[in-house]
């Protein structure tokens, strides 16, 4: 089973090429960096302040995409990834544009992790009706995915419509950068992986095992295979036992949480995760 790391950098932080470079020297499978482009005043506080992230985290957090970018400039191993990235927010024509590009110029290693959002205020901000999130995103992933499939590309839904044209370049990887959504389990969400990604990246890793059959079952009625699922359990506090449990389960990679901090922090904290490690 690989394991990553999952971290909010800030400007105050670790700087992502020097953190990349560590995470791969140690022998880390990828990297997965959010996003929060601004985080309102009139709304302050995000729901829960969970072990080893901080307000900071959304204040101040760097771009995911410039920082994956200078990720992959000094890497050539691990897999780089957003998690999550708030596609509802983004133009998909730009986004896809952006994501190719990475993909490129990482030589296939990103992964696009995507979720809808709790921060209204900054959905709003952006002019998404946060009511209709869900969506807008799943419009603009299919629009990015014709962007990235298609000579030339089309798109035409109730939120997006892109006449046809050109869209260079594609994502080098043969079956297309793949996308995982971060969310609640839930049929509704199970279906819009099966219709829209290509995994679930359930955040802290709880319900993985009830969620399970329920989410293969989604597969197989649009007619996908269950055994391409994938499942990353996304920024969980690691111990032996969780990391057993979600390899019985067949699990095969994890994302353990990485506070921000110094460069003395972070990696002083990397190297305890090594233990993980096989």
């Not at 959905?123 to 999130?133: G, I, N, P, T």
């Not at 035409?156 to 370049?169: A, F, M, N, Q, T």
């Not at 319900?207 to 989410?215: D, N």
């Amino acid at each position: 089973m690989d394991v990553g790391i999952a971290t909010a950098l800030t400007d105050r932080a670790m700087s992502p090429d020097h953190l990349a470079r560590a995470v791969e020297e140690r022998g880390f499978a990828s990297l997965y960096l959010p996003e929060h482009t601004h985080l309102p005043l009139r709304q302050d506080l995000p729901p829960a302040l969970v072990e080893g992230v901080h307000l900071d985290d959304y204040r101040r957090s760097f771009d995911p995409m410039v920082a994956l970018a200078a990720a992959a400039a000094v890497t050539g191993r691990i897999r780089l990834g957003t998690g999550v990235l708030l596609v509802a927010q983004h133009d998909p024509v730009v986004l896809a544009k952006q994501l190719a590009s990475l993909d490129v110029l990482s030589r296939g290693r990103l992964t696009l992790g995507v979720g809808y959002g709790w921060n209204r205020a900054e959905a709003e901000d952006h002019r998404v009706d946060f009511s209709r999130r869900r969506a807008i995103a799943h419009e603009k992933l299919a629009c990015m995915n014709a962007l990235w499939r298609d000579h030339p590309a089309e798109f035409h839904g109730e939120h997006v419509d892109l006449p046809p044209c050109w869209s260079y370049p594609k994502p080098v990887q043969e079956s297309g950068i793949p996308i995982l959504i971060g969310a609640a389990a839930g049929e509704q969400l199970f279906s819009a992986i099966a219709e829209h990604a290509d995994g679930w990246m359930p955040i802290g890793g709880t319900g993985i095992r009830g969620a399970l059959p329920v989410l293969r079952e989604a597969m197989e009625k649009v007619g996908r295979d269950p055994a391409t699922l994938r499942v990353v359990p996304f920024g969980i506090i690691p111990d032996k036992g969780k990391m057993d449990y979600y390899e019985s389960l067949g699990v095969r990679e994890v994302t353990v949480r990485l506070p921000s901090g110094s460069a003395a922090e972070m990696l002083g904290a990397l190297d305890r995760f090594t233990a993980f490690l096989d």
